[in-house]
Structure formats: structure tokens, C-alpha cells
Nanobody, 117 residues
Framework: QVQLVESGGGLVQAGGSLRLTCVTS????????WGWYRQVPGKGREMVAQ??????NYADSAKGRFTISRDTAETTIYLQMNNLKPEDTADYFC????????????WGRGTQVTVSS
């Protein structure tokens, strides 16, 4: 099992920045892909950024503005969000995906980000 706890959300004006933090614990070395997802009411959860073996992947909406990273102790995942836009308003969730021996997705409870115009 892997536990994920997000923090860092809040209210920010358009153009501002936030850094989301995801503290991980448990069997984290079984996780192959770390990611951040977001969800707005009435819509599905969408991928924002992923990190796997040093490689990153971003949604088109996040490219050039968001950066996913991991601390040197490999226990915390960050999402640095710059130049925030009102359309970035959502609940943000940390994700850990294990692919072996079976696919398992681990989720945190989320942190809310609100960007005012």
C-alpha cells in the first residue's frame, strides 16, 4: 500500500504561482509513475503531469507553466504551477501508479486550487 497526502492548494490571482506537495509513504518503491491529476465538478479526472524514471510528461495545458519534480529523498512529489489561469481551478490529486505485478493506482484526497481572474 502507498499513502499520499497533498497540500499547498489555495486561492491565487491569475498570473500567480502555487506549489503543490504530495508526501508519500508506504511501499513507494513499487510505484513506477508519479503524477498529478485534476478534476472539476461534473468532469472526469485529467492528467496534468507525470514523472517516471526521470522523464516527465505534461498535458498540453500545463506545458511551459507547470513542473513536476521529486525530492532527493524520493518521498515527496511537487507540482510547481506558474502563470496560473482561471481555467486551472480544480481539485488536484497526487497519483502513484504501480504496474507490476498488477496495475494499482494510489490516490490522495486532493487539494483545492482556485484561480481568480
Amino acid at each position: 500500500q502507498v499513502q499520499l497526502v497533498e497540500s499547498g492548494g489555495g486561492l491565487v490571482q491569475a498570473g500567480g504561482s502555487l506549489r503543490l506537495t504530495c508526501v508519500t509513504s508506504g511501499n513507494i518503491y513499487a510505484v513506477d509513475v508519479w503524477g498529478w491529476y485534476r478534476q472539476v465538478p461534473g468532469k472526469g479526472r485529467e492528467m496534468v503531469a507525470q514523472l517516471s524514471r526521470g522523464r516527465t510528461n505534461y498535458a498540453d495545458s500545463a506545458k511551459g507553466r507547470f513542473t513536476i519534480s521529486r525530492d532527493t529523498a524520493e518521498t515527496t512529489i511537487y507540482l510547481q504551477m506558474n502563470n496560473l489561469k482561471p481555467e486551472d481551478t480544480a481539485d488536484y490529486f497526487c497519483n502513484g501508479k504501480q504496474t507490476y505485478p498488477t496495475v494499482q493506482n494510489y490516490w490522495g484526497r486532493g487539494t483545492q486550487v482556485t484561480v481568480s481572474s
